[in-house]
Each structure stands twice: as C-alpha cells, then as structure tokens.
C-alpha cells in the first residue's frame, strides 16, 4: 500500500541534505574567496612584494602553471584522493591564485575593486540562484558555453600577439556573458551531481562539495576579472 507520508518525509529529508551540500559548496567557495582576497591584499599592498612580482615574470608563470596543474589534479584525481586531501588542494590553489591576482592592486583603485567584487557579487548570485532553482536540465548550455570558452581563449592569445583594442573589448565582454551563463549552468550541475549520487555517503558528498566549490569559485573570480576591466577603463 503506498504511504504518502512516508514519501512526502524521505523527499523532506532528501531536500534537507540537498540544501546542506549546496551549503557547504558555497561556504567553501567563500572561504576560498577570502583566502585569494587576503593573500592578493597583503602582496598587492605591500611595494617590496609587488616589485618582486613585477620584476621576476619567471615567478609568476611558474605559479599560473601551478594552479592550472592542481586544478587538473583536483578535477581529474577526486575519486582517488581523500575529501580532506581535496579540501586541502583547493584551499591550497585559492591562495595561490590570490598571489597572481595581486597585481590587479597596481593597476586599480581599492574603490574600484571593492566596486566591482559587489556587482561580481550580485550577479553571481542570481545567476547561481536561477540554475539551482531551475527545474530544466542545462547540460545543452553547458556544452554551448564550453565551446564558447574554448574560442574565448584561442581569441585572447591571438590578441596576446596582435594586440587589437577592437577584439579586446569584443572578447571582454563575450567573458562576461559565458561566465554569468557558467554561473547558472554549474550551479544547476552539481545540484543534479548530488541528486544523482544520493546522501549514503558522506565522503563522496564532501567531494561533490570541493569540486562544485571550485567550479563556482573559478566562474566568480573570472566574471570578477572581466568586469574589472570594463568599470575599471574609466578609473
């Protein structure tokens, strides 16, 4: 005989945990941002560090070549690794990444950049909402929006060489519209990645957090990026 109150508690329960995995992936995201925001303050502020950054480019490359390489592990390695060794990675690439993002303290306004972080904010928000919420399946989009990053960056390193004004702007702006589309694709995936996996458990869902906070954390800090670049022309 079925029991509608037995159903309507295990989907009470099911959206329970569904809600503290998505919190988990956004505190975790959070703790990242801070982590990138205070290691880029305290290098960005600091003229002795900056000089070190400006005048050894060896130094740079060689920590963007290190975060691409613990995103590539994290992403590819999750299952084989820990939860704790995952959290630890990210943690790890936030304060790294927060170093390379230092020099956007030499070229802006604090102003300009706690401006800009507050829009960056918003919009992510509501994207991030508007994917979660979503009863529609965005995995279409997804691919839509990864071909599209695809020619987003053959185009900047085309323009690394060309140097036109006209294809800076076009690709600028193409930034700003795949991130806040990443945003709600990425949102709505690891909603669906949990509701898949289910709640038995907890290690499995911890790295679904990781992983889902590193994905939102990466659409944050490029949608961040790009929008600096438009506010800040005038700055």
Known sequence: ?????????????????????????????????MISALSAYLVGTSPELTKVFIQNRML???????????VIWISAGINKMTASTATALFILYAALNGLTLSFIFAVYSIQMIAMTFAVTAG????????????????????????????????ASV????????????????????IFVGLTAYDANRIKQMYLTMGTDNPEAVRKVAVLGALALYLDF?????????????RD
């Open 1 to 33: 005989m079925y029991d509608e109150s037995s159903f309507e508690v295990k989907e009470g329960s099911r959206s329970t945990a569904l809600m503290s995995c998505l919190a988990n992936v956004y505190w975790w995201m959070t703790f990242a941002l």
């Open 123 to 154: 919009t992510f928000a509501a994207m991030a909402v508007i994917g979660t919420i979503t009863k529609k399946d965005l995995t279409s989009f997804g691919n839509l929006f990864f071909m599209a990053l695809i020619g987003l960056i053959i």
């Open 60 to 70: 740079f490359f060689i920590l963007l070549i290190a975060e691409l390489g613990l």
């Open 221 to 233: 800090i490029n949608l961040f990026l790009y929008l600096l670049r438009i506010f800040g022309r």
């Open 158 to 177: 085309v323009n690394l060489f060309w140097a036109n004004s006209t294809l800076y702007w076009i690709c600028t702006y193409a930034g700003v519209l």
